[in-house]
T-cell receptor, first 116, second 110 residues
Framework: ETGVTQTPRHLVMGMTNKKSLKCEQH?????MYWYKQSAKKPLELMFV???????ENNSVPSRFSPECPNSSHLFLHLHTLQPEDSALYLC???????????????FGPGTRLTVT | QQPVQSPQAVILREGEDAVINCSSS?????VHWYRQKHGEAPVFLMI?????EQKGHEKISASFNEKKQQSSLYLTASQLSYSGTYFC???????????FGSGTQLTVLP
């Protein structure tokens, strides 16, 4: 496997289900990201794990919970979602320079989530 | 606050040129450009850093006006493969994260 992989590619879940999205990067990067992409909206940053720190967008509801067990793996745990959470969820990774600033981000293919 | 991209959409014939603009109200450390084709992941095109450093593909050119907090992406002699949605992402201060614009949909016709 190369680059950034995501599983599953498609997910349909009910509002009472609990599921997890998985992301793995094979690039040796030290930062990983979760983005939400809804139709006709810009990419929305949800969570960042970089240099062993976690940064989150304060507007993300608590029904989304990230987990980053190591620098190569990132999960997004989902529970009691709403229909408006249906979107493409993209994972990305990059190399953060300690002096400040990031390098280019490499995106995974995304998970198309539908909440019924 | 997200950067503003213009135009929202543009249609070209093969061989024509296009310019996509991105502007921010914040002081910027860097501007990133990505292209996303329908049903695919965004793909990196270029980074422009404060101070003039650039990194990206040879066939793509862009500019970064630090005083105006604006960047422009120049697509010359467009090819069918250039079709897609172009996003700029801006990085401010020490945030180490990108805020993306709403995208410019580029369609190149034969």
């Amino acid at each position: 496997e190369t680059g950034v992989t995501q599983t599953p590619r498609h997910l349909v879940m009910g509002m009472t289900n609990k599921k997890s999205l998985k992301c793995e990067q094979h690039l040796g990067h030290n930062a990983m990201y979760w983005y939400k992409q809804s139709a006709k909206k810009p990419l929305e940053l949800m969570f960042v794990y970089s240099l062993e720190e976690r940064v989150e967008n304060n507007s993300v509801p608590s029904r989304f919970s990230p987990e980053c067990p190591n620098s190569s793996h990132l999960f997004l745990h989902l529970h009691t979602l709403q229909p408006e959470d249906s979107a493409l969820y993209l994972c990305a990774s990059s190399q953060i320079q300690r002096r400040g600033g990031s390098e280019e981000q490499y995106f995974g293919p995304g998970t198309r989530l539908t909440v019924t | 606050q997200q950067p503003v991209q213009s135009p929202q959409a543009v249609i070209l014939r093969e061989g024509e040129d296009a310019v996509i603009n991105c502007s921010s109200s914040k002081a910027l450390y860097s501007v990133h450009w990505y292209r996303q084709k329908h049903g695919e992941a965004p793909v990196f095109l270029m980074i422009l850093l404060k101070g003039g450093e650039q990194k990206g593909h040879e066939k793509i050119s862009a500019s970064f006006n630090e005083k105006k907090q604006q960047s422009s992406l120049y697509l010359t002699a467009s090819q069918l493969s250039y079709s897609g949605t172009y996003f700029c992402g801006t990085e401010s201060g020490s945030a180490r994260q990108l805020t993306f614009g709403s995208g410019t949909q580029l369609t190149v016709l034969p």
